[in-house]
């Protein structure tokens, strides 16, 4: 599976991004699909992620402010970030997870996801 991510930019706080993530493979669908961001001098942290069957998780952070759509007809999944704020400056990068959601808080931990795309850098601005 090869993930290629998208849609990275300059930003003013308040204001909105999204994000893209194309996957190849013909079992997009049964995938867990993750977003995750490092800044600069910062681990790297989980954000968001989708189950094939839609169930949704996010990260306190960004909870009420980003959702993790996906288009399994496009082999896509969108993280849209709204009502931005200058912590969320980062290089964001997609995930899969080919098995099946886990117990626990699973999909907050990078060892769960077995495939990672290119990071995309995401500034925002004050």
């Known amino acids: 599976v090869q993930l290629q991510a998208s849609g990275g930019g300059l930003v003013q706080a308040g204001g909105s991004l999204r994000l893209s993530c194309a996957a190849s493979?013909?079992?997009?669908?049964?995938?867990?699909m993750g977003w995750f961001r490092q800044a600069p001098g910062k681990e790297q942290k989980f954000v968001a992620a989708?189950?094939?069957?839609?169930?949704?998780y996010y990260a306190d952070s960004v909870k009420g402010r980003f959702t993790i759509p996906r288009d399994n007809a496009k082999n896509t999944v969108y993280l849209q970030m709204n009502e931005m704020k200058p912590e969320d400056t980062a290089v964001y990068y997609c995930?899969?997870?080919?098995?099946?959601?886990?117990?626990?808080?699973?999909?907050?931990?990078?060892?769960?996801?077995?495939?990672w795309g290119q990071g995309t850098q995401v500034t925002v601005s004050s």
């Open positions: 493979g013909r079992t997009f669908t049964t995938y867990v």
């Open positions: 995930t899969a997870r080919s098995r099946p959601p886990g117990g626990g808080s699973w999909y907050s931990f990078r060892y769960t996801y077995d495939y």
């Open positions: 989708i189950s094939g069957v839609g169930d949704t």
